[in-house]
């Protein structure tokens, strides 16, 4: 990998862990508070959809600022970032409930980390997905350093 491929690859994974850290803190709290309106599995579901949601709308725009650097309100490239990120989302919303549906589990910290691990598989796949179809075009290129 060229040291500025390596750089744009720094630069896209703190824009993602920044992001991803607001999605878990938010899921860590609004997870128990809808618990208290609805059942666990439907909260748990809800909360990792809306957490996701949140998460994926800071990371398109810091990415598009600070990552790829494209100019302009470009109505397609948001598209296209939601299109990678959907599928993302749906396979975050069912399998989290599932896997603690499946460790019949109730605590917290167990859910925040089966998010963690979904999330990270997840993670390399919406990467290449955004370098490669997202946010390629001939003036969007990583920093020459």
């Not at 949601?53 to 598009?64: D, F, G, Q, R, S």
């Not at 749906?90 to 989290?96: A, D, K, M, W, Y």
Request: charged letters at 15%; proline letters at 3%; hydrophobic letters at 50%.
């Amino acid at each position: 990998m060229k040291n500025n491929q390596f750089i744009h690859f720094i630069k896209f994974s703190g824009v993602s862990i920044f992001a991803t850290i607001l999605e878990y803190v938010l899921f860590f709290f609004l997870t128990p508070l809808l618990c208290r309106w609805m059942n666990q599995t439907i909260a748990d579901g809800l909360s990792t959809a809306l957490c996701y949601l949140l998460a994926t709308i800071l990371c398109y725009i810091l990415n598009k600022l600070f990552v790829f650097k494209t100019k302009g309100t470009d109505l397609k490239e948001a598209f296209k970032f939601f299109v990678v990120a959907t599928p993302k989302m749906l396979i975050t919303t069912f399998l989290v409930p599932a896997f603690i549906a499946l460790l019949n589990t109730d605590t917290n910290i167990i859910k925040t980390l089966i998010n963690i691990c979904i999330q990270t598989v997840l993670f390399f796949v919406g990467y290449l997905f955004q370098k490669i179809w997202v946010f390629n075009k001939n003036n969007t290129r990583p920093e020459e350093s």
